[in-house]
């Protein structure tokens, strides 16, 4: 697409003449290709990657990833697996049809046979190989790329599915994008100085700010000042995971709080004429309503877990719902990793969860398996992201709340929040 | 009215276009089956861009978005082009696949911020392969 020429190093233009076999050639092609379209002078080594293709979506890409796996192509940097259309154990337990699990199954294998581990996590930070600051990663999801480059301060750019793949098994990117320092400086400055300490205070507030950043900042670097709140790892996780759901956000600086940003001159790196914009309670408002797609307060589920609960979250779900029952009309579904629900285990924290009457499903999430029987029409969460896809991707209607909004609702069969802080 | 945009992924297209300034997820945003745009919050939501030339400044969300592209294009389901304000590396990719796999790459244009901004829903445009867009 640019005109600046791409050079290959002799290792490189080898794997592109099909010398290491036609698995790494056919890899070595889209990268190159893509090396192109970025306008990028040469390819960068990465040293970890994490595949979000592993999802199966169709024929297409089953193809795709057994046609790599079939001509023989193995990763070539340490590499885990993002959530699979299946929990590859419990999958008969829900409405997935069986012809679509062998399919989705076959994908599973072929990414296992490239040599990627089977950590089928959206949140593989949390799992294993967490990215160290500064390490050239090139990872898929859109909820883990932005943890990965905000939070951690590792560097990924915004990697397409079949992208992904691609770059773990010739261990290259093109140099170019979020790889780069002078491309992870903030476009756009958030004040928050208008909003109370009571609400950033609030966990809630974190998918609603994502959210706002989404809309806001759409594929540019947004960096949020004067907030006052103090995020657990997995505020920051719900955050990012909203960001890159209402927008295209791949990079985000908080000043105070994530390693690219001590001070706003080092998040926007001493640019001057960032723009700014001033967040108003009305906005926050506006985007904590836009994540609420309901006519009524009829529930039929509470879902949580996007991205997928941790050993932290099971820790907080545990005690609000200790010696309680949900109301039996309603469901109560946890979606996990395995190595999060193995940890929770040990620390006895799924008994009181499961005794509620709640049940965990692993490896996957409502999103990307066909697993709701029809009649779950009505949900209710406390992600942003399952906030902002169930009513495109499941057709239903949702209703975002606190996590004890969503332990109440179960508990008594019918949405109730409370609304004070939003008004 | 002709165009004269960035080439991203060239090829020839002739269809109805069918504009949005609001960004896009394919994955919860389009289903490969139909080719209708299912993302509720969307303002092209219900409408099927099957065959018709797409026009929206950039995706937005998931990274899923090249998976569920690249299986619209082997279903026959997707945009016979796609006119974007910027290089979008997902269309770019999932295009790119498309052409080592089924040797059937989706068009790809850009466009200047002022020039989208004359694109109306409805219209008939006709891509050509330097990268010019007739419209009528």
Same mark, same amino acid.
């Given at each position: 697409m640019k005109s600046t020429s791409l050079s290959l190093t002799p290792y490189e233009q080898a794997l592109l003449d099909g010398e290491h076999g036609t698995g790494k050639q056919l890899a070595m092609s889209v990268i190159v290709r893509m090396a192109r379209f970025y306008g990028a002078p040469r390819l960068l080594e990465i040293s970890g990657a994490h595949i979000d293709s592993s999802v199966y979506f169709g024929p297409a890409g089953l193809e795709f990833a057994e046609r790599l796996a079939a001509l023989g192509a193995q990763v070539s940097v340490p590499t885990t697996l993002n959530v699979? $259309?299946?929990?590859?154990?419990?999958?008969?337990?829900? $409405?997935?049809p069986p012809e679509w699990a062998s399919e989705a199954r076959r994908q599973m294998i072929a990414y296992e046979a490239m040599?990627? =581990?089977?950590?089928?996590?959206? $949140?593989?930070y949390q799992v294993e190989l967490t990215p160290k600051f500064g390490q050239q990663i090139a990872w898929g999801e859109s909820s883990a790329i932005v943890f990965a480059n905000s939070v951690l301060g590792a560097r990924t750019a915004r990697y397409p599915d079949l992208m992904d793949i691609c770059a773990a098994i010739v261990g290259r990117v093109p140099e170019a994008s979020l790889h780069l320092t002078e491309n992870r400086a903030g476009e756009l400055i958030l004040d928050l100085a208008e909003i109370s300490a009571e609400i950033q205070a609030e966990s809630s507030f974190y998918p609603v700010l994502g959210t706002l950043l989404g809309k806001l900042a759409g594929n540019k670097i947004p960096v949020v000042n004067n907030f006052v709140g103090t995020p657990t790892e997995d505020d920051l996780k719900a955050l990012g995971a909203a960001s890159a759901s209402a927008g295209a956000v791949a990079l985000f600086h908080i000043v105070g709080v994530t390693p690219e940003a001590p001070t706003l001159d080092a998040a926007i790196q001493? =640019?001057?004429?960032?723009p700014t914009i001033r967040v108003t309670q009305a906005m926050i408002r506006e985007a904590w309503q836009l994540l609420t797609k309901a006519s009524g307060d009829e529930l039929d589920m509470v879902i949580l877990g996007s991205p997928h609960f941790s050993l932290a979250e099971f820790k907080a779900l545990a005690p609000l719902v200790a010696g309680k029952k949900k109301h039996p009309s309603v469901k109560f579904l946890v979606t996990s990793s395995r190595a999060m629900a193995a940890l929770a285990h040990k620390a006895g924290l799924l008994e009181p969860i499961k005794a509620f009457g709640a049940q965990i499903t692993l490896d996957t999430c409502i999103l990307v398996s066909p697993m709701l029987p029809p009649e779950i029409t009505r949900l209710m969460t406390n992600s942003g992201k399952y906030a902002y896809y169930a009513p495109g991707l499941l057709e239903t209607e949702i209703t975002f709340g606190s996590l004890q909004d969503c332990v109440r609702s179960a508990e008594i069969g019918r949405v109730t929040r409370d609304e004070s802080l939003w008004n | 009215m002709e165009l004269s945009g960035q080439i991203i992924e060239a090829g020839e297209a002739s269809g109805e276009l069918l504009v949005s300034a609001e960004p896009l997820s394919?994955?919860?945003?389009? +289903?490969? @089956?139909?080719?209708?745009?299912? +993302?509720?919050? @969307?303002?092209?939501?219900?409408?099927c861009a099957a065959g018709r030339i797409l026009a929206v400044p950039f995706t937005r969300g998931s990274s899923s978005t090249t998976a569920v592209l690249l299986e619209a294009i082997k279903a026959g389901t997707a945009p016979a082009a796609i006119i974007t304000t910027a290089p979008d590396s997902f269309f770019a990719l999932a295009s790119i696949v498309a052409d080592e796999m089924y040797g059937k790459p989706v068009p790809l244009i850009s466009l200047s911020d002022g020039q989208f901004a004359l694109l109306q829903s409805g219209q008939s445009a006709h891509i050509k392969h330097d990268g010019t867009i007739k419209i009528q």
């Open positions: 699979s $259309a299946l929990d590859e154990h419990n999958w008969q337990e829900w $409405a997935v040599g990627c =581990r089977p950590t089928w996590t959206c $949140a593989p001493g =640019r001057q004429d960032v | 394919f994955w919860g945003g389009y +289903d490969y @089956h139909t080719g209708n745009i299912i +993302d509720q919050r @969307h303002p092209l939501a219900g409408l």
